[in-house]
């Protein structure tokens, strides 16, 4: 006797399981509505929400509409204005195109949407409620709150999930609800400056963003009310173009604030963050991240952005182009190659950290690689050359003990005396602890780590790597590796986790940076040449003489990195001389 097992759901339960995928939270559904006014020309859009989205979503924009008959179709699953046949998404200009989003969210919860093209002499509206299509119907007045605009829609999803339980047990609080939806269109609002975009939250404002231009806008976005500078850089390699924005200077404990956008579409893409983190590294702690703003075009043909149903993430023909573009475009700016962007000097305050070339298109010697230059557009200017201008003669004085004053012709320049010298002291430290003549230090008992027994082979095709760095390794049993000598800087704090990090890390290491000691590199390593070069530098409020001053400035411009302390304090602050001249109103 058989038994039968299988049978087809019915529509709105498989509806709603779709509808699952698309729209997570209440985030989700404003991502998606948002996206569409975007696509749809937008350039205001309103975004209010009750009980954080889980009563009332409301979504307001000036774009160009729809008319009756697209009304009565972009419920519908599968329906899109966007794309016709597959082939399209290879030179697709919209943030939309799998005609799911609607569909979803109406199945989700009772979707109204009003909408008026700027053809028509009225609105139309169509509804849904608890699944139930209402057909088109025209509005009895000509509907004109579009924003001050005739035209544009509104979209208003209520009783979000009220049909999915299970979604609605996942909720968080409204404030965090709330949170999130800000989140996504901070990251929405990086790729569309000229649009305006507000947020409210029952009648309260929580964002507020004008129209405005690229620099500013993410210089609102990035900086949250502070005044640090903002350093831009852009490069194109190949096919590849990279433009960032970056806060000099700031050190964050998490990641919310590096921004992508890969051919204008807001994205979370772990290839590309992993770039910037990797070309971070040498200037920023383990466990702190930058704030950025990346901005990377490509040709769509060699971008899949189907492999996500929210489109959150994107998929690379040449991944590795697209890493390479993207760490180069970081190092420029983090490393010594900086020169002047049109909108780098955007901060009214004193301008913190990193200087800038005066002479723009000047031959100065760079020390890029033959194929770094290939791809540049301008000359590029080494750090250690633009430290020169902190030049003897330019040294006017010491002011509190603790900064050195130089006259830079068109900028007042500050050194301070104690990270200037922390700084050349860990580069020494550093270079000291990872040359070649590397004090080993044996163990009184072997330490063990272990790893994944698949690994075995990768570990032995690579366990050597260690014994350049000081480490005394061999691979013990199916799943270990015993440790009986290490690098005298480790120390011995904490070993057993600091050397499953390091197995850790050799697993993950590219062959190509097998040779360089940021393997051997631990936070605890750092702060202990940090810790030994603070304690040996001088400090603020010494008393320096001038040659002790001159012999600092010219060791710290010999440094690979030196705009920072090792802990990311700056060394150097400019202020423009046209910031002076407003403190004494020459100038308003
Ligand atoms: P997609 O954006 O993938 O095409 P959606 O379900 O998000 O799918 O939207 C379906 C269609 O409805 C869109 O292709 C577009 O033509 C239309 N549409 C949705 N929202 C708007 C809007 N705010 N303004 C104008 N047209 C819209
Ligand atoms: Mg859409």
């Known amino acids: 006797m058989h038994t039968n097992k299988i049978h087809i759901l019915d529509s709105t339960t498989a509806e709603r399981i779709a509808a699952g995928e698309v729209i997570e939270r209440p985030s989700g559904a404003v991502k998606e509505l948002v996206e569409n006014a975007l696509d749809a020309k937008a350039t205001e859009v309103w975004v209010q929400l009750e009980e954080g989205g889980r009563t009332l979503i409301e979504i307001l ?5 729809m008319g009756p008959e697209d009304l009565s179709l972009c419920l519908k699953r599968h329906a899109t204005s966007k794309i016709v046949s597959l082939d399209d998404l290879e030179r697709l200009h919209t943030l939309g195109f799998r005609g799911e989003a609607l569909a979803s ?13 700027n053809t028509s002499s009225s609105a139309y509206q169509i509804e849904t409620t608890s699944g139930n299509l209402a057909p088109v119907t025209a509005l009895p007045f000509a509907f004109g709150h579009f ?21 609605l047990k996942f909720l968080k609080s409204p404030a965090s609800e709330v949170a999130q ?23 309260r404002k929580v964002l507020d963003l004008p129209k405005s231009n690229e620099s500013k806008r993410v210089s609102t976005i990035l900086q949250a009310g502070s005044d640090f500078r903002i350093l831009t850089e852009s490069q194109s390699r190949g096919e590849i173009g990279v433009r960032i924005h970056w806060v000099e200077g700031l050190a964050l404990p998490h990641s919310r604030k590096v921004f992508t956008s890969i051919n204008g579409r807001a994205v979370r893409d772990r290839l590309v963050q992993q770039a910037v983190f990797q070309a971070f590294k040498q200037s920023l702690l383990p466990g702190h991240y930058p704030a950025i703003a990346l901005f990377i075009e490509i040709d ?37 190659k900086v020169w002047r962007a049109p909108e780098a000097a955007i901060s009214p305050m004193p301008i913190l950290g990193q200087a800038l070339a005066p002479q723009l298109g000047s031959t100065r010697v760079t020390q890029t690689t033959e194929r770094e230059r290939a791809s540049l557009w301008v000359t590029p200017v080494d750090g250690a050359q633009l430290g020169n201008e902190f030049t003897p003669s330019c040294h006017i004085g010491n002011l509190f003990n603790t900064y050195l004053v130089f006259d830079l012709g068109d900028e007042l320049g500050l050194i301070d005396q104690h990270a200037a010298h922390e700084r050349v002291r860990y580069e020494e430290l550093r270079k000291g602890a990872s040359s070649h003549k590397i004090a080993s230090q044996a163990l009184l008992l072997p330490e063990v780590a272990s790893f994944d027994p698949e690994k075995r082979s990768d570990i032995e095709a690579r366990l050597h790597w260690l014994a350049n760095l000081g480490f005394e390794a061999e691979v013990f049993g199916e799943s270990s590796v015993v440790f009986r000598a290490l690098p005298a800087a480790w120390g011995d704090t904490n070993l057993r986790t600091r050397l499953k990090n390091l197995v850790e890390r050799l697993l993950e290491c590219p062959e190509a940076d097998a040779s360089t000691e940021a393997l051997a590199w631990d936070e605890i390593v750092f702060e202990k040449l940090a810790m030994e070069a603070c304690k040996s530098s001088i400090r603020a409020g010494d008393r320096i003489v001038r040659e002790e001053a001159h012999a600092l400035i010219n060791r710290l411009f010999a440094c690979e990195h030196p705009w920072n302390c090792p802990h990311g304090r700056p060394t150097t602050v400019r202020i423009p001389k046209g910031r002076v001249e407003e403190w004494f109103q020459r100038r308003l």
């Open 181 to 203: 939806v800000r989140e996504w269109l901070e990251r929405l609002s990086l790729t569309r400056p000229d649009c305006g975009f507000r947020l409210s939250s029952h009648d």
């Open 300 to 336: 769509p043909a060699l971008l899949d952005v189907n492999v996500h149903p929210t489109k959150a993430e994107v998929r690379f023909a040449r991944p590795a182009d697209v890493f390479d573009a993207v760490r180069g475009a970081v190092n420029s700016l983090v490393d010594r």
């Open 61 to 65: 924009d000036n774009g160009y509409g």
């Open 105 to 117: 969210l109406s199945a989700a919860s009772d979707v109204s949407i009003v909408s008026r093209t």
């Open 147 to 167: 924003l001050g605009s005739d035209h544009g829609t509104r979209v208003r999803a209520s009783a979000l999930f009220a049909q999915v339980p299970a979604r």
